[in-house]
């Protein structure tokens, strides 16, 4: 069975986990199509944060305190930094992280894609699937923010969640670059391949939305054979970690498993879900067009998160009996 996830950062990378211990005991093969449009350079340097999140979480590396970041980190260039009042100094880049950077930066600079750039950096941390950025070329979150003056400017999602803590009147997110970007390598061919796609239960918003934007994608899954079953990321009415509320706030969405289902739509009706895979207390969402089951959500243990992916795999495969049938 060939499965492939698209996925953020944080939460994308425990889901992912859970997907790589059920390859391990079935023979599956994981696909992970990741975020980049929380990506950045700051000191002349490419910051991929949902990529090493992913890399670091699954290659063993991941601090899980923080929850983000090296395990044994030390900051001494940002502590140095600092002292030279080189701003950014609202973000942070320790030691270990650096090192990440360099490599990635001298290999784009080189002419190397982000998607090869990846793929020799997983040399390093095994993480025993196929990670592929959403695209190679340049994709952004950018927030339109209100101005003190009472106009709108627009700042880099990294300096509205990090430096603000989304805190500011925010209008709306765009997805810069997106329209003229192209899949990366790898990414349709892997779609195209599926027996199914998981929508891990990252934020809609900022880190599904920004790989749909890539032209191509959302049609590749639209319109490819393989059931696409998505998994909740609100376990009631909050999130289960991060600020997904908050950013689903700005489109006016509820913050429901309900109300991120219909954010993403029913395949039928032009959107992405054949299943969507609630917490038991949700066990009331519906949605038209869309198989709706309920199973324990909350990403507690490798255990529990392979049950998760079980079950959502379990649920492409109703679905897809469904569609034969």
């Known amino acids: 069975m060939r499965i492939v996830v698209l996925s953020g950062g944080i939460g994308g990378a425990k889901f992912l986990v859970g997907a790589r211990a059920y390859a391990r005991r079935t023979g599956a093969e994981v696909t992970a199509v990741v975020n980049v449009g929380d990506d950045v350079m ?28 090296r395990v044994g980190e030390t900051w001494t260039v940002k502590e140095e930094l600092a002292a030279y009042q080189a701003e950014p100094t609202w973000f942070g880049l320790g030691d270990r992280d650096i090192a990440t950077h ?88 892997a779609v195209a391949a599926a027996d199914v796609v998981l929508i891990a239960p990252s ?31 609100i376990i009631g009415d909050a999130p289960v970690r991060g600020m997904a509320d908050r950013c689903l706030a700005v489109l006016g969405t509820p913050c429901t498993a309900g ?5 993403y739509g029913a395949r039928r009706d032009g959107g992405l879900l054949d299943g969507w895979l609630v917490d038991d207390v949700d066990a009331d969402t519906r949605l038209d067009g869309v198989e709706v089951r309920a199973a324990p959500l909350w990403m507690s243990d490798e255990v529990a998160t392979e049950a998760m992916v079980a079950a959502a795999v379990e649920l492409a495969a109703a679905g897809r009996t469904e569609v034969a049938g």
């Open 203 to 233: 934020n809609p918003v900022v880190s599904i939305a920004p790989i749909l934007a890539v032209p191509g994608v959302r049609a590749a899954l639209v319109d490819g054979p393989a059931p696409v079953v998505g998994v909740s990321p």
């Open 42 to 69: 700051l000191h002349g340097l490419r910051i991929s944060p949902d990529l090493d999140s992913v890399m670091y979480t699954l290659g063993g590396g991941a601090d899980p305190e923080r929850g983000w970041g």
């Open 259 to 263: 109300g991120v289902a219909g954010l």
């Open 102 to 189: 360099l490599v990635r930066t001298t290999m784009l600079n080189a002419g190397y894609p982000l998607s090869a750039v990846t793929e020799a950096l997983c040399v390093r941390w095994q993480p025993g699937i196929r990670m592929l950025p959403a695209t190679d070329d340049r994709l952004e979150t950018h927030v339109v923010v209100s101005d003190p003056d009472g106009g709108e400017r627009a700042i880099h999602f990294q300096e509205w969640w990090v430096r603000h803590r989304g805190a500011l009147p925010t209008h709306r997110f765009v997805f810069v670059g997106a329209a003229e970007a192209t899949p990366a390598a790898g990414v349709p061919e």
